[in-house]
């Protein structure tokens, strides 16, 4: 427990930082709405840019391991997009949003170090391959089933074209799909740019968390408690049952086997509320889930690792 504090606190503090910053007045909505939009629109796209371009896809396509993981990702989605809907009677469009909320764990700022903390270094490398796809397979998802709710009413052979166009101009798509020509192709690019873009990528995560933290003092969760702990309960419960049963099906290896079950019990990430700020849609239930989703998983990520072999 002390060790997933210690984990878990730091992002806690840069959210507070945000939110007393606004709630002082020394940051005004405007400003947070810049910040995100640096975020969603510059930095998260390097981030990714980087991660693909530098990804050596031979050593991190474990299949095995990928089907058990991303099976429980689209199983995650899927009651995400049902509860919403039908428990909850949000717009489709909320609905994805949410969904997605149940899908994106925080792989890289808790999954990897609490994995670490808990089994070594040596573990790690099935995070590695879990990490490589997750914002490629999550964003691809999400913004496919976004843009086919949006297209309600489009003639069926102008669908494509439509939400192909809406897709491809999408900074975090292009940003995943510029990484992949770049890997793929072999292409060198020279060390001043990547340095460059390296600045950039260090300013992603915690601008998007001091962001977040102003965006939560603006969205309090009224009305939306209900919503945002089904969240939770997926994130946190469904989606690493469902990775645990498909890893024992597939009979993964003890470390791939726990880095899949660890890295889908973390809490929702950054990207979720990133997601639905991006669409405008269910922005207060996808900021408290982030918050409240990192803070119960203090417990159940926890109970998690108790039992795992």
């Known amino acids: ?59 991190s396509f474990d299949l095995p391991l990928l089907f058990s993981f991303y099976c429980g990702v689209v199983g995650a989605f899927v009651a995400g997009m049902i509860g919403a809907r039908f428990l909850f009677k949000r717009s489709w469009e909320d609905c994805v949003a949410i969904a997605f909320c149940c899908l994106f764990s925080n792989t890289l700022l808790l999954g990897l170090p609490i994995t670490e903390r808990a089994f070594g270094a040596d573990a790690l490398q099935g995070n590695y391959a879990i990490i490589a796809f997750h914002a490629p397979f999550g964003y691809l998802l999400g913004i496919t089933a976004m843009e086919l709710t949006r297209a309600q009413g489009t003639h069926l052979r102008a669908l494509p074209k439509k939400v192909g166009k809406a897709m491809f101009s999408n900074a975090l798509v292009l940003g995943l799909g510029m990484g992949f020509i770049v890997n793929l192709a072999g292409i060198p690019l020279p060390v ?118």
């Open 1 to 59: 427990m002390t060790d997933i504090l210690t984990i878990i606190l730091p992002v806690f503090i840069v959210l507070a930082f945000g939110y007393c910053a606004v709630w002082r007045g020394l940051f005004s909505d405007d400003h947070v709405d810049g910040l995100m939009r640096f975020v969603q629109t510059f930095a998260l796209p390097a981030l990714l840019f980087r991660a693909i371009s530098t990804l050596d896809l031979s050593t």
């Open 192 to 309: 001043v740019f990547t340095d460059a873009v390296d600045l950039v990528v260090r300013a992603a995560l915690p601008a998007a968390l001091f962001g977040l933290g102003g965006v939560l003092y603006r969205y309090r969760p009224e009305g939306d408690m209900r919503t945002i702990l089904y969240i939770c309960a997926v994130s946190l419960l469904l989606h690493p049952a469902l990775v645990w049963t498909m890893g024992q099906t597939f009979d993964l290896s003890q470390d791939a086997f726990r880095s899949a079950v660890v890295t889908a019990s973390v809490a929702p990430g950054i990207n979720a509320y990133v997601f639905a700020n991006m669409y405008g849609a269910a922005k207060r239930v996808a900021a408290s889930s982030v918050l409240i989703g990192t803070a119960l998983s203090t417990l159940t990520t926890t109970l998690w690792l108790s039992v795992l072999p």
